[in-house]
């Protein structure tokens, strides 16, 4: 098994420009998920939901191409990528001709494909769309929507996890909120770099504190895992501590690498949101 020390992550390393799935790094999901409670298929549904900015290759002519890349890769996968894997994958392409667009795509698939559903009994696909230059300014930058948990004047105390600070109104009756936070922030699992995020949170049930809320995200500031661990911790810290009904959450990490990555779990089945970047992004 694949563990997040032995990747490439905060070591010297060459990048290769000529095409080579093979440096590709995919770390399982399941251990992490272990370590909050989760053993078989977890509770929820969802994606990750990668942006690639820096996409390059040759045509057959040798004259370079550029694209963005949107990447979707169900939870439901055995494994993640590591982050600085598909950034080296991706630039193994900046000196490959291919024939167009269309067979880079198709290689970002299958290559991907294969990595994340490695394990799996009945591999399935990924989804990957390419913007090509003459659509760039066609994307849109925007903000998550909800009320922001940040107009709060809170004292805040805790940075790392603190599933206790976390309280609903269980007798009331029931509402259905949308909140979100800028507040979000991480580490590296490795190399305790900073990551950014904003965070949504949609949810029905009883009225979630949100004082306790907002102490409760900001908790992460000092707490090590990947994006997707993150988002899935405080999923069922959520889950379980304030009983909603229904639950959504959605986080947007600013890039690094030339890279995001936005996970969303929920827990019941919805359209994925469109992937579009924040103004941190």
């Known amino acids: 098994m694949n563990s997040p020390e032995q990747s490439q992550l905060g070591k010297p390393v060459a990048y290769p420009d000529q095409y080579d799935a093979a440096l590709l790094y995919p770390i399982a999901r399941a251990p992490k998920r272990e370590e909050i409670g989760i053993a078989g298929a977890p509770p929820f549904f969802g994606a990750d939901l990668w942006t690639a900015y820096e996409v390059s290759w040759l045509n057959p002519r040798g004259k370079p191409q550029v694209a963005l890349a949107h990447i979707t890769i169900p939870c439901e996968t055995p494994n993640i990528v590591e982050s600085k894997s598909l950034k080296l994958y991706l630039g193994s392409f900046n000196g490959t001709a291919?024939?167009?667009?269309?067979?880079?795509?198709?290689?970002?698939?299958?290559?991907?494909?294969?990595?994340?559903?490695?394990?799996?009994?009945?591999?399935?696909?990924?989804?990957?769309?390419?913007?090509?230059?003459?659509?760039?300014?066609?994307?849109?930058?925007?903000?998550?929507?909800?009320?922001?948990?940040?107009?709060?004047?809170?004292?805040?105390?805790?940075?790392?996890?603190?599933?206790?600070?976390?309280?609903s109104a269980v007798d009331e009756q029931p509402v259905e909120e949308v909140l979100t936070s800028n507040l979000l922030k991480s580490n590296c699992l490795v190399t305790g770099q900073p990551d950014w995020g904003s965070i949504q949170i949609r949810y029905t049930g009883p009225q979630i504190d949100q004082g306790g809320l907002l102490r409760y995200l900001v908790s992460f500031r000092n707490h090590d895992e990947f994006h997707e661990q993150c988002v899935e911790r405080i999923f069922m810290d959520v889950w379980r501590r304030c009983k909603p009904s229904r639950l959504a959450v959605y986080a947007r990490y600013t890039r690094r690498g030339g890279l995001d990555i936005n996970p969303l779990r929920t827990s019941h089945p919805m359209a994925l949101p469109a992937n579009v970047r924040n103004a941190r992004q």
Do not use: N
Request: glycine fraction near 6%.
């Open 98 to 167: 291919f024939a167009s667009a269309d067979e880079v795509r198709e290689r970002l698939r299958k290559d991907i494909g294969e990595a994340v559903w490695r394990g799996a009994p009945a591999p399935a696909s990924i989804g990957v769309r390419l913007v090509l230059p003459d659509m760039f300014d066609a994307q849109q930058v925007q903000e998550l929507d909800g009320l922001s948990l940040d107009r709060l004047d809170i004292e805040c105390t805790h940075y790392t996890p603190a599933p206790e600070l976390l309280t």
